[in-house]
């Protein structure tokens, strides 16, 4: 059996959380790779909804195995959070979710230095979520981190202790003036480390060595999308690891020989929350439209979304790295009633045209090159059925299809779990 790979190939919230809720069904377990609580994954289903920012989006499904992988960095006191809202409704997470001894630990002190390096940027600021993500995955590349595993050593306490000490010398060289109690932060974290400490740890690329070889079906979960990839997306503006399908691989320490399926999640339009280039971003009442419609608030941090266009060159390029087999077109409902949709499939940068990414968009002259598609007027949310779909849109997904060359292969038309369209 194969892993298949789920992945967001635009600027992240693309509605990953719903489709691996969508397809669980089909696998034996789910892991998520990389990221932390930067993500946030909704689902939605009778009549319920449910953000997940740690917990892989299989949790619900009884039976399923759900696990952090090795990539994923963790914050015991949102993970906590998020175990409570499974308690409540009787999930038995016990049973089915397992936690990679090697994922790193976001320590109190990863957050404060997040927000002073913020703070310290002023204007060139990433518009990071402020949940500790780049210093932690910093100590893990420095070698530094703390890692779940140390949790079961008896000097666990010296190593937070030391790290901790380390991080607020840092604090001091930064300068900057944040209003924090770190009694009242370590305190709230240990009680969440208890927590933590009552699920399942395992060596996790050794689980899933066997699991495949007891030819049990692997869902990978990602989070953010290509275009916040470390090296690929449009760096400084990015997210602090390998959001694409090599960092599967180093997030689960499964072989490229065992991957099959890469299933590329894409909106219908695009969306950019935090700072960086956004070429086909709109300012004007259809981008609002977008927002409005589409309810375009971030899941973790319930800032508005940046909306505009689809924009092809970054997808055909986001396609290219990740070798994506299949795409799912999500929010499709979001587009109706608008009279024309417009699609960017070149650049004109620094006044020639280029139909790909250059390799830096962030302050260049680059403006979108726009190919445009007759709307549609149906509401789609109530529709099952690819025949139902009007023929403008199948008309847009067959220009997007062509253009990428990779077919797609589901249209999600609401936010529910039923409203779900095969092809
Ligand atoms: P993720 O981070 O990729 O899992 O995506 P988010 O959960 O951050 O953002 C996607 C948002 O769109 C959520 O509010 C979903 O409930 C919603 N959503 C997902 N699919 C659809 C869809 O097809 N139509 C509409 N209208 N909303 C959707
Ligand atoms: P999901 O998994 C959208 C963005 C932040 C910021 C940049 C760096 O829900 O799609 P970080 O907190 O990683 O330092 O932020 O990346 N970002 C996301 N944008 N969806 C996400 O996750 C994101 N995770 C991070 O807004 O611009
Ligand atoms: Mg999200």
């Not at 900057?176 to 690329?205: H, M, Q, T």
């Not at 949310?381 to 139902?388: D, H």
């Amino acid at each position: 059996m194969k892993v298949d790979l789920l992945l967001g190939l635009q600027w992240g919230d693309e509605g990953k959380g719903k489709i691996v809720d969508v397809l669980t069904k089909n696998y034996s377990t789910v892991a998520r790779f990389q990221g932390g609580p930067n993500a946030g994954h909704t689902l939605i289903f009778e009549n319920q909804k449910h953000v997940l920012h740690t917990i892989p989006s299989g949790i619900f499904h009884k039976g399923s195995k759900n696990i952090v992988g090795n990539g994923v960095v963790i914050d015991p006191v949102i993970l906590k959070k998020e175990l409570e809202n499974l308690d409540q409704h009787h999930i038995n997470y016990k049973e089915s979710l397992f936690i990679s001894r090697k994922a790193h630990l976001i320590l109190p002190t990863h957050r404060l230095l997040d927000a002073a390096s913020e703070a310290t940027k002023g204007k060139l600021k990433i518009g990071s979520t402020l949940k500790g993500i780049g210093p932690t995955y910093m100590d893990k590349t420095g070698r530094n981190g703390m890692r779940v595993g140390d949790l079961e050593l008896d000097n666990w306490k010296e190593l937070f202790d030391n790290l901790t000490q380390k991080h607020l010398s840092m604090l001091a060289y930064f300068n900057v003036d944040l209003a924090y109690n770190l009694d009242e932060l370590v305190a709230e974290y240990f009680d969440a480390l208890a927590v933590l400490r009552g699920l399942k740890f395992i060596d996790s690329e050794d689980y899933l060595f066997k699991a495949l070889k007891n030819n049990q079906t692997i869902l990978a979960e990602g989070a953010q999308g290509s275009m916040l990839d470390i090296d690929f997306g449009t760096y400084p503006y990015v997210t602090s690891s390998n959001t694409t399908a090599a960092g599967a691989c180093t997030g689960l320490g499964i072989s490229p020989h065992d991957i099959g399926e890469v299933f590329g999640i894409i909106k219908a339009y695009t969306t950019r929350v935090g700072s960086g280039p956004f070429p086909t971003e709109l300012f004007d009442d259809d981008g609002k439209t977008m927002g409005r419609v589409g309810c375009e608030f971030g899941a973790t941090t319930g800032r508005p979304r940046r909306c505009g266009w689809l924009d092809l060159v970054a997808l055909k390029y986001a396609v290219q790295i990740n070798g994506a087999t299949q795409l799912m077109m999500m929010k499709a409902d979001v587009l109706s009633g608008f009279k024309t949709i417009k699609a960017c499939t070149s650049y004109i940068y620094k006044g020639k045209m280029v139909d790909h990414l250059p390799y830096s968009i962030n302050n260049e002259d680059v403006s979108p090159v726009y190919t445009e598609f007759k709307g549609w007027e149906a509401d789609l949310t109530s529709m099952t059925s690819a025949a139902q779909l009007p023929e403008n849109l199948l008309n847009y997904i067959k220009f997007i299809e062509n253009f990428v060359g990779v077919k797609i292969t589901i249209v999600s038309v609401g936010p529910d779990r039923l409203q779900t369209i095969m092809r």
